[in-house]
Structures are given as structure tokens and as C-alpha cells.
């Protein structure tokens, strides 16, 4: 699976919205890019996935460049219930090993 | 159920005792994973099964973890001769893994006293 590097900690205010990057400079040709979402004392929770270019949901839009080095989750109009912590995964569809890194904590204010 | 289910939710046990974790996956979930979280960390890889092919046991921390899969199915976590560094949570998830979302528990809270 691809390293991932990504920011330890943002902050934010309520209404803000937010980008959270995260370089993966050895993605292969065949690996997806995943964001899960976990809040305190639950599982981490899927949010999106995308391969390349701009992928949009009710939750949140991924940003990939052309050369999928790096990819932008994008939190619109951010609430405090949006304060968590954000993992990027790099990895092939299906059948793979998921392995979470640090992640992102991300801390939203009034 | 709907979701992962993963039992008990909380347990507490004394040092050197074994302990037993169970997951109930998604039916249909043809992967499962084990995951651990300590207090204010990420998730710790533990184990990985898919399918009936070899379970990847590349993330137990030592030979007093094992893992199994009945039936494809409902999974076991063991943890034997239980040391107060095993106090986390253990989280497991399951997906069908061709469309690369996995759907976790709640977790069960080990505290190791």
C-alpha cells in the first residue's frame, strides 16, 4: 500500500471550509484514494472515494490532480460535530488490507 | 443486524487472564478486519481475513493474539495471558471488499487491571 503523509492537526471555525491534503507520492496505477471520518469513542466511518479528478457527495468533494501524488478532502461550511479525526488511505479496490496512518485531527471552534 | 456487531462492549479483566472478542460482520462481508486503538492513537492493523484464502496475521503484536473466522463469518478475537499494555479498543470492521468500503463496530473496550 502507498505511504500517506498528512497533516497532523487543523484548526477551524464553525462555517469554515476546510481542506485536509494528503501527498501519496507512490500511488500505483490501479490504487484508489479513501477518506474515512472517525468521531471520539466510535469506528472510523467511510466519507469518500474517488481515482481521479473531483468526486462530490452529500458529505464532502476529493480534489486528485493529474499526477495523483496528493489529493484534497474538502469540508464545506463546517460544524462543531465535524470535529474529528480524518484518515487518508492509498490502495488497490478490493481485497486489500486497510491500514490507517495518523490521520488528521480536525478541531472546529464557535 | 444491520451493522457490525461487536461484543461485550466493555470488558474488564485482571492480568494474565485470557479474553475472548467477537464480531459479528455485515452479512455477505466477505473481508473482516481487526483493529486496535489505544487511548488518543490511530488504528493499530491487527489481522485481515478475505475469503477462505490465509487470514494476513502480519500486525499481531505477539503470539498471545490470535484470531479465527468461522463459517466466514463470525470472528474471535483471543487474547491470552492478558498484559496491562492491552488495554484498548479493538475495533473490528467488515466490507465486501470489491467495492472498497469497510463498515466498522463500535468497538469493545478492554481495560487490563
Known amino acids: 500500500l502507498a505511504k500517506t503523509t498528512q497533516p497532523i492537526s487543523m484548526d477551524s471555525y464553525e462555517g469554515q471550509e476546510v481542506n485536509i491534503t494528503c501527498s501519496h507520492n507512490?500511488?500505483?496505477?490501479?490504487?484508489?484514494i479513501t477518506w474515512y471520518q472517525q468521531f471520539p469513542s466510535q469506528g472510523p466511518r467511510f466519507i469518500i472515494q474517488?481515482?481521479?479528478t473531483k468526486v462530490t457527495n452529500e458529505v464532502a468533494s476529493l480534489f486528485i490532480p493529474a499526477d495523483r501524488k496528493s489529493s484534497t478532502l474538502s469540508l464545506p461550511r463546517v460544524s462543531l460535530s465535524d470535529t474529528a479525526v480524518y484518515y487518508c488511505?492509498?490502495?488497490?479496490?478490493?481485497?486489500?488490507?486497510?491500514?490507517f496512518g495518523t490521520g488528521t485531527r480536525l478541531l472546529v471552534s464557535p | 443486524g444491520a451493522g457490525v456487531s461487536q461484543s461485550p462492549s466493555n470488558k474488564v479483566t485482571e492480568k494474565g487472564k485470557d479474553v475472548e472478542l467477537r464480531c459479528d460482520p455485515i452479512?455477505?462481508?466477505?473481508?473482516l478486519y481487526w483493529y486496535r486503538q489505544s487511548l488518543g492513537q490511530g488504528l493499530e492493523f491487527l489481522i485481515y481475513?478475505?475469503?477462505?484464502?490465509?487470514?494476513?496475521k502480519s500486525g499481531l503484536p505477539s503470539d498471545r493474539f490470535s484470531a479465527e473466522r468461522t463459517g466466514g463469518s463470525v470472528s474471535t478475537l483471543t487474547i491470552q495471558r492478558t498484559q496491562q499494555e492491552d488495554s484498548a479498543v479493538y475495533l473490528c470492521?467488515?466490507?465486501?471488499?470489491?467495492?472498497?468500503?469497510?463498515?466498522f463496530g463500535q468497538g469493545t473496550r478492554l481495560t487490563v487491571v
Open positions: 470492521a467488515s466490507s465486501f471488499a470489491s467495492l472498497g468500503e469497510a463498515f
Open positions: 507512490n500511488i500505483a496505477t490501479n490504487d484508489y
Open positions: 474517488g481515482y481521479k
Open positions: 488511505l492509498v490502495g488497490p479496490m478490493g481485497f486489500q488490507k486497510l491500514v
Open positions: 452479512s455477505g462481508h466477505t473481508a
Open positions: 481475513f478475505q475469503g477462505n484464502s490465509a487470514p494476513d
